[in-house]
């Protein structure tokens, strides 16, 4: 198959695949998410997006209708049926299918939805742009919500201006990206904003982290400013799907690219641990 759905135990083509118009999502993005990769038979930090996907379902009281173990099984035996690799793995569990009504109705089940597709991976020996955009949003961003409106329009707003991402901050503070985590290196420190409620705790970014000590590099998980952000000496973007992207522009002015050997070695160590042959900044060397 070239791609595939599931909604509540009904498999299908994307294209068929028919959801409920009382489905929460539509009227709420009442629901949570995760995303990752797969190459190799392997799906990419399986077992750390399950638990964040645990922890958001906790928040919101949402009631997983299967163990984690079981859709780990579902989800590999779905993308074992998708031709071609690598593979985008994207889960998500809405409150269930009722009237629109703003409290939680009474004794509905959950509805699992899961989306598996190509994906291609990024060229990382290529430098990004950015641009920035006030954070907005609500105080539990912590939580991986279907609530991505603000996100949306950040995403827009990065595209219309030429950019890859749209970095979020909240007065001088940088938080994150619109749908990835933001880092830096100065002077051989690698700087990440903490796991609070002000970003999601990202799985790459975590892997970074254990890069970092792997390589005995320092981490400081300390928010830093948008002077810090302009004046380091490598400005890192992660994700789940996008691994380890370095920047060169931001808000149209030149960051980065002072510090590649150490940027290097941080894409190396990711992408040896994954096991999968991307393009990458040791390429051009």
Not at 44 to 72: D, G, I, T, V, W
Not at 169 to 185: D, K, P
Request: proline letters at 5%; glycine letters at 6%; one cysteine or more.
């Amino acid at each position: 198959m070239q791609d595939l759905g599931y909604y509540n135990g009904e498999y299908g083509p994307l294209h068929d695949m028919k959801i409920p118009f009382n489905d929460r999502v539509c009227f709420f993005g009442d629901g949570i998410y995760e995303a990752t990769g797969y190459e190799h038979g392997r799906i990419f930090h399986l077992e750390a997006h399950l638990q964040r996907f645990a922890a958001s379902a906790e928040f919101m009281r949402l009631y997983l209708p299967c163990s984690s173990s079981e859709l780990a099984d579902l989800l590999y035996a779905m993308a074992a049926k998708v031709d071609g690799e690598p593979l985008q793995i994207y889960w998500q569990l809405t409150r269930g299918t009722a009237p629109r009504s703003h409290p939680f109705p009474a004794g509905v089940p959950a509805n699992l939805w899961i989306m598996i597709r190509p994906t291609q991976y990024p060229d990382l020996s290529k430098r990004i742009k950015l641009t920035a955009a006030e954070d907005t949003r609500y105080l539990h961003c912590n939580i991986k919500t279907l609530n991505l409106i603000p996100n949306v329009m950040a995403s827009q707003k990065a595209a219309e201006e030429g950019c890859a991402e749209c970095v979020f901050h909240r007065g001088e503070i940088v938080t994150e990206c619109s749908h990835s985590n933001i880092s830096i290196l100065k002077d051989g420190v690698f700087r990440t904003h903490p796991d609070d409620n002000y970003i999601l705790p990202g799985v790459a970014k975590a892997r970074l982290i254990q890069a970092c000590l792997s390589l005995g590099i320092p981490v400081k998980e300390r928010a830093f400013t948008l002077a810090e952000l302009r004046q380091a000496d490598e400005v890192i973007v992660s994700s789940s799907t996008k691994f380890c992207l370095l920047a060169d522009t931001f808000c149209g002015a030149p960051v980065g690219g002072r510090d590649t050997a150490t940027a290097q070695r941080l894409q190396d160590w990711v992408l040896n641990e994954l096991g999968i042959s991307v393009q990458r900044l040791s390429d051009l060397a």
